[in-house]
């Protein structure tokens, strides 16, 4: 009862800061946790505190741009299944480290409220992380992050890094955006020909694709190195494509867990596979980013659809 009433004096706090009537408001949502709810004349959306996690988009014309499990776990030890999830400073599990938590630490902390404000590409919510004694145990860096979301015609994803210490790091990144598909094994994805990947699935081969356009027909885990280009999702199922373009990202990775992998997540249902695909805008293994002590580095997604 506690927890709920202190929830309550957060939320009512964050309105009276942040809100903007009838277009953005602090509610609670699963599992208790603290979400931002969007309602832009063009779209709606709903954004989590825990993870600065991106749950729901759509148009209003449109069914939903997102993915996210009906088994997925919301509380405050585990990632959110679906979405966006904001990956960072490592991809995967962290090298030499087989304790620390997969992709990183902030998709599982809580990421504190910087503005809601309107631009004329719709609503635009900014939220920050910054290193702590707590992520200093996982990762012996200090570093700012600032994510804003712009919920609009559009979805628009920025993620910036500041290195904040006196020493150089390393570090990688990824937006690891769950699209909602009407069928995975109908699907078409442009954008992807003659580049290098390293297929997760068969011993982090080094690969090339040679066909103009991937089509999955089993699990897919592919990390695309040294491409900038957008990649273009067909599906005829839902009569739509979807655009995933980027900016300062040189990795596109594209994931799908298939049957067995499915059944082996806990918090993935087994029959949801063929409803997602994942378009993953990031900068990893090659494309990992330095950043000396002052700099910082700026990465974009904006993922549009569009009627066939």
Not at 140 to 151: C, E, I, K
Not at 223 to 231: A, F, M, N
Request: glycine residues 8%; hydrophobic residues 35%; proline residues 5%.
């Amino acid at each position: 009862m506690m927890h709920e009433s202190h929830n309550d004096e957060v939320i009512e706090q964050l309105n009276r800061q942040f809100a903007l009537a009838g277009m953005a408001r602090f509610e609670p949502g699963e599992g208790g946790l603290v979400r931002l709810n969007v309602d832009f004349p063009t779209a709606q959306a709903d954004i989590y505190l825990h993870g600065a996690h991106v749950t729901h988009y759509r148009r209003h014309d449109s069914p939903p741009l997102l993915f996210t499990s009906a088994c997925s776990e919301f509380n405050r030890e585990t990632p959110i299944r679906g979405g966006v999830p904001v990956i960072f400073p490592w991809f995967g599990p962290r090298s030499g480290h087989p304790s620390a938590p997969l992709h990183g630490l902030a998709r599982t902390r809580k990421w504190s409220v910087e503005s809601v404000r309107i631009s004329p590409d719709g609503v635009v919510a900014c939220f920050t992380l910054a290193s702590d004694a707590e992520t200093r145990d996982l990762w012996p860096h200090d570093f700012s992050l600032r994510y804003s979301v712009t919920v609009g015609a559009s979805l628009g994803l920025s993620l910036q890094v500041q290195n904040t210490c006196q020493r150089s790091f390393t570090f990688e990144e990824a937006l690891h955006t769950y699209l909602a598909v009407g069928d995975v094994r109908n699907v078409e994805i442009e954008g992807l020909s003659d580049i290098e990947y390293i297929d997760k699935t068969d011993n982090q081969a080094r690969k090339r694709q040679k066909d103009s356009s991937l089509r999955i027909a089993g699990e897919t885990d592919r990390v695309y190195l040294g491409t900038q280009d957008e990649c273009v999702v067909h599906d005829p199922a839902m009569n739509r494509r979807i655009r995933v373009g980027k900016e300062g990202s040189g990795t596109t990775v594209v994931w799908n867990p298939w049957i067995a992998k499915s059944k082996a997540l806990s918090d993935f249902g087994d029959e949801e596979w063929p409803k997602m695909l994942c378009i993953e805008t990031a900068n990893v293994v090659d494309n990992a980013i330095e950043l000396a002590p002052g700099q910082t580095h700026l990465m974009r997604a904006r993922i549009t659809a569009e009627n066939l």
